[in-house]
């Protein structure tokens, strides 16, 4: 070929290479618009066929029906089609219960309480509220309120009852024992969810639980350490069972309390406004770097106790003992649409060393399980409870002594109840605290785990 033609056949090459090129590179740059439309006409089309059979149902339906019906209906729908348990649409009701919850206060009594068969039962007046002061004690029993009796009503139902505008009157009620009824009229104040209880362990533990996460828990906490600092404390318990979780920057603003510097948690999603790395701040500091530190986990520590508990855990701050946790490494935000809302996953959560526990938990560096009943054992406490035996007992003696203790597990043996005694006296001694208006804060008898963290303490 002369030189001429092989330079023509190099452009023509040249020229079919560059226009592939610049096709490719206009596919490219067009395709997310392509693909972005193709979105917005399918999501058009959806709610173009779901507004009409939502007007077919309206129209043609045998009975009538209220539309909010059907759009409830709808939501809820839309949400369990997730498959995520924490992703959820909420009714006016349990929109009031998350804002508990998210702002740590609401206009109430003051009582902890729990449906049973009667009324309803107070599990506990929570300290220096209006239940509290004016005498409403742990085992009575809220027969009405305000003349009305709650005997049909759900505990969601009576909690909304309770639950109202601070300096407004109730009047409830109450059945203690088997015969001594009376009223007591409260006025409704501002009640802080209790989330942190704390004291000094013998030979200088501080013990600091967390109930949950709400914006006072991180001042709460604070006051507590400061409390141990000036009491000379020389080692930490810190105890996150049963802890639900809460606020995410709750948990992040304790964690900084143990952790000077580096990250506590980060946040992954597909808002970039929600990628987020927390770090810490060495102004925040409170707990000595030299401090030992222990932390107990169970089944029941989730969410914000998970990434408190991660991060001490990853940073090498804290040993973990008990069980491992429950796994839920995700965030949600909530939404209100009026009275009503929903809940949505946003983001999962990552540890500092990278590690999502969703569905996998904090392990535990010191496992300590409690010990399973057998088949017989699980028998033999359900013919104890349904025949009330356990409260009857501590009912008859509110302090029993050891000759008490003695005879009530004599009856048992007389009834054929098997159980170990060791197990009987840790149920005693939880019946003696439920009914307890200041139950004791930690139990170095029976609480395995708890005296698993302090054989751990340096000596």
Do not use: C
């Not at 560059?18 to 399918?42: H, I, K, M, Y």
């Amino acid at each position: 070929m002369d030189k001429p033609k092989r330079r023509f056949a190099e452009r023509a090459v040249w020229i079919a290479v560059t226009s592939f090129l610049v096709a490719v590179l206009a596919l490219l740059a067009f395709s997310p618009r392509v693909l972005a439309g193709n979105r917005e006409a399918d999501n058009q089309r959806l709610l173009e066929m779901f507004a009409g059979v939502f007007a077919d149902v309206q129209k043609n339906y045998v009975d009538e029906v209220d539309p909010k019906v059907l759009i409830d209906g709808a939501l809820k729908g839309m949400f369990q089609a997730l498959q995520d348990p924490y992703s959820l649409y909420l009714d006016a009701q349990e929109m009031r219960d998350m804002g508990d919850t998210t702002t740590g206060r609401f206009g109430g009594v003051g009582l902890i309480i729990s449906k049973v068969e009667g009324g309803v039962e107070v599990v506990s007046p929570i300290e220096d509220t209006p239940a509290f002061r004016a005498g409403v004690h742990a085992g009575d029993l809220i027969v009405a309120v305000d003349g009305s009796s709650v005997l049909e009503l759900s505990i969601d139902q009576v909690l909304s009852i309770l639950r109202g505008q601070p300096g407004t009157p109730v009047t409830m009620t109450v059945l203690r024992g088997k015969a001594l009824r009376f009223d007591v009229t409260v006025v409704r104040a501002v009640i802080e969810v209790p989330t942190v209880k704390y004291a000094m362990m013998p030979g200088g533990v501080g013990y600091l639980r967390l109930i949950q996460f709400t914006p006072q828990t991180a001042e709460r906490a604070a006051e507590a350490l400061r409390g141990f600092q000036a009491a000379g404390y020389r080692a930490l318990i810190l105890d996150l069972r049963s802890n639900p979780g809460g606020l995410l920057q709750s948990a992040v603003d304790v964690a900084n309390f143990f952790i000077p510097r580096g990250p506590l948690v980060s946040t992954r999603s597909r808002m970039a406004s929600e990628n987020q790395v927390f770090y810490a701040s060495a102004r925040r500091l409170i707990v000595p770097g030299e401090l030992p530190v222990l932390v107990l986990v169970n089944r029941g520590s989730a969410s914000a106790s998970e990434i408190l508990a991660g991060a001490l855990q990853d940073t090498g701050r804290a040993r973990i003992v008990g069980e491992k946790s429950y796994g839920k490494g995700s965030v949600q935000w909530i939404r209100d649409l009026g009275e009503e809302g929903y809940r949505l996953t946003i983001s999962r959560y990552y540890t500092p060393q990278g590690r999502n526990i969703d569905k996998v938990g904090i392990l535990p560096d010191v496992e300590v399980k409690e010990a399973e009943l057998s088949e017989e054992e699980e028998k033999a406490v359900s013919s104890l409870l349904e025949q009330n035996l356990l409260r009857d007992f501590v009912a008859a003696n509110p302090q029993p002594g050891e000759p008490q203790i003695q005879a009530f597990l004599r009856q048992l043996q007389e009834k054929k109840i098997q159980l170990a005694e060791r197990y009987v006296r840790r149920l005693i001694r939880n019946e003696v605290n439920r009914t307890n208006d200041n139950p004791p804060l930690y139990d170095l008898e029976f609480d395995t785990a708890l005296q698993k963290a302090v054989e751990l303490l340096p000596r």
